[in-house]
């Protein structure tokens, strides 16, 4: 295990050889977090791995060719150059397939992918064998080889990584009119068929400088993963973009730095699982959109909705038996008052619980069930709001007296103190001067109501 | 070339294990799940990983469990974060799959010592090794039973279930309302396609099957609008992409002074000539038979407009 300050030593990039590749992993992270982002947006996220996977064949062809020049044929941007230009082949052979047959993105994505695919291993095997040059090691493109990187290798991968952040910030207005509406943008004439290669030739360029510090399979992650994630936190486009170069970032800076503090952890598989990770936690506790606070939502609404319908169905009970007189808070028998709505025993019990905890219901003998105070006032105001909303469906939509209780039923419980008085105000002043307005159709449940 | 006893094994396992994955995979072009088969095939790694740890050998069934449980994973996984998280599909299968293959590389690093897992072998398979490892006395490779087998498993399944297959890949909800379930047809499905991958990993390597569940399919669907005749055209496709692949694997280097090449990769290839082929002169959708007829059409219009007299 290491030490607290050898922890802290790789954090603060304290060590030289960690500080490249941490640095350089970073922005690595920052830079396909943004370029990630608008692929999202395209519903294009699988480019990248058909991407990827197309870049093989270029390696080991720009392997050969730098061997048959007399190099030992693994300068890193020689391979790199190679790798882009297969890449962008791989791309343009996509575009041409999805615009020339009516065969769908998927089909064109998997079709490159495994072609070129095959192609590179077949084509690395043939360059193996090639005398007087070891292709030993051409396989981390696969894998990738973080842990061993020299300062120009550092260079050339923080500069396109820069290079590929800054245009995306400069193009972000373009690239999200692209992803949003891209029928619009050409007939605004914006060039889309120039924004689109533009931001293919940044993933591409994300892509090749990925091979070198994740490996072709695992920079397919740094493009989905981070934007995915920062996609729960939000609603707008800014924010995300940003959140996503952050959540990419820090992937980068952490999963680099914890492969460094255990070497035997291939550094690719930490970042990855870094990202991973945010993005669970995005996906789980996220405010805006993850699933927990989507369920705690939900559940507080059925809540209310099932307060709401228990006070209604307990004034309209209460209401019936007063008769022309005025409506007491009167004890009633619990029976009654179940059998008013289609509540199964099971729920009709959790309602009255939470109904007691709300302090809407008094202590009563058991079998009979009598409102408190607050629970009568309750009561009435949402007896109230429902009629109101019935009494405009019937005057303003045209909906007949027989429906409107339903239609009322899934829109009151979100009418706000705002909307309430514009109900007022829209209304007959008779029809609402009482308190409590008399039910604009016959109550079903009401044994004369229904013969 | 040197053709062999050898060759001609290679060529049979090859073609079985293509036809066993171009079955399904008509299901997957058609129901737009393409890359399912290349996500399944890379996310099989840590169920591999897991058997080999908890066995410590490399005894072939628990592998496969442990790789068909990790693929058939990839399918749930990959459904549930698209319907409760609100995720595009795409996106969902490229996080599973990427997470599953990181912790796969991490468990196999834990397991260094042992040098047959290594991920690299995996992914390519030796397709050319195959007819070494022969059952008994038959002189028959164990990989053309095994392939075979899930030949004859899937070609079962999709003759059984052909109408409902069918109505699954162009009406889910029609199937629904007529009562068969198009989430069990999904999952069936995926089932097949990692049962199919997994059985090809140990003989024949992963990218054959990612090739194969693609781009025959491909190229039948630019050749045919009727499903039976496309899946019968995608086996035909698969079985020609075999020959041609290790034909090809033998004579092409050869051109350039290499020697040999992997067959898996030449067979990926092959495919892919074939369906470039299919787009160029498929009598209907071919680009280059477009182009004539739009030509043809052309001077006949002005051969009309100016009738001789």
Known sequence: MSSLEDIVEVLLLQNYNTRLVVISTSLLGVASGLVGAFLLLRKRSLMGDALSHATLPGVAIAFAVMVAWGGTGKALPGLLLGATLSGIAGILTMLVIRNTTRLRDDVAMGFVLSVFFGVGIASLQMVQNLPGASAAGLESFIYGKTASMVKSDFLIIASVAAISSLVSIVLVKEFLLLCFDDAYAAAQGWPTLFLDIALLGLVTAVTVIGLQSVGLILVIAFLITPPTAARFWTHRLQPMLVLSAVIGGVSGWLGASISALTPQLPAGAVIVLVAASLFLISMLFAPTRGLFPRFLRQGHLRRKVDRQHFLRAAYELLEEQAGEKEVRNVSFPEATLRDRRTWTPHRFKRILKIARQEDHLEETPAGRLRLSEPGFGEAARVTRNHRLWETYLIEYADIAPSHVDRDADMVEHILGAELVRELERRLDETKISVPVPPSPHPIAGKPEATP | ?309
């Open chain 2, 1 to 309: 070339m040197n053709w062999t006893s050898f060759d001609t094994w290679i060529v049979v396992v090859g073609a079985l294990c293509a036809v066993a994955c171009a079955l399904p995979g008509c299901f997957l072009v058609l129901r737009k799940m393409s890359m399912m088969g290349d996500a399944i095939s890379h996310a099989v790694l840590p169920g591999l990983a897991i058997a080999f740890l908890i066995t410590g050998s490399r005894a072939s069934i628990p592998m496969f469990l442990g790789a068909a449980i990790a693929g058939v994973l990839t399918a749930l996984f990959t459904q549930w974060i698209a319907r409760f998280g609100n995720v595009d599909r795409g996106a969902a299968m490229g996080i599973v799959f990427t997470t599953l293959f990181a912790i796969g590389l991490i468990l196999i690093r834990q397991a260094a010592d042992h040098v047959d897992l290594d991920p690299g072998c995996v992914l390519y398979g030796a397709i050319e090794l195959t007819p070494l490892d022969t059952v008994g006395q038959t002189g028959i490779p164990l990989a053309a039973l095994v392939n075979g087998g899930v030949l004859v498993a899937n070609l079962l399944i999709i003759l059984l279930l052909f109408k409902e297959f069918r109505m699954g890949a162009f009406d889910p909800a029609l199937a629904d309302t007529l009562g068969f379930s198009s989430q069990f047809l999904h999952y069936l499905l995926m089932t097949m396609v990692a049962i199919t991958t997994v059985a090809a990993f140990e003989s024949v390597g992963s990218i054959i099957v990612i090739a194969m569940l693609i781009v025959p399919p491909a190229t039948a669907l630019l050749l045919t609008r009727k499903l039976s005749w496309m899946l019968i055209i995608a086996s035909a496709t698969a079985v020609l992409s075999a020959l041609l692949g290790h034909v090809a694997a033998l004579t092409v280097p050869t051109w350039f002074g290499f020697e040999s090449t992997t067959t898996s990769g030449m067979i990926a290839f092959a495919a892919g000539v074939l369906f470039t082929l299919a787009w160029l002169f498929s009598p209907t959708e071919g680009i280059a038979v477009k182009y004539w007829r739009s030509r043809e059409e052309i001077t006949l219009e002005s051969s009309d407009k100016y009738p001789a007299e």
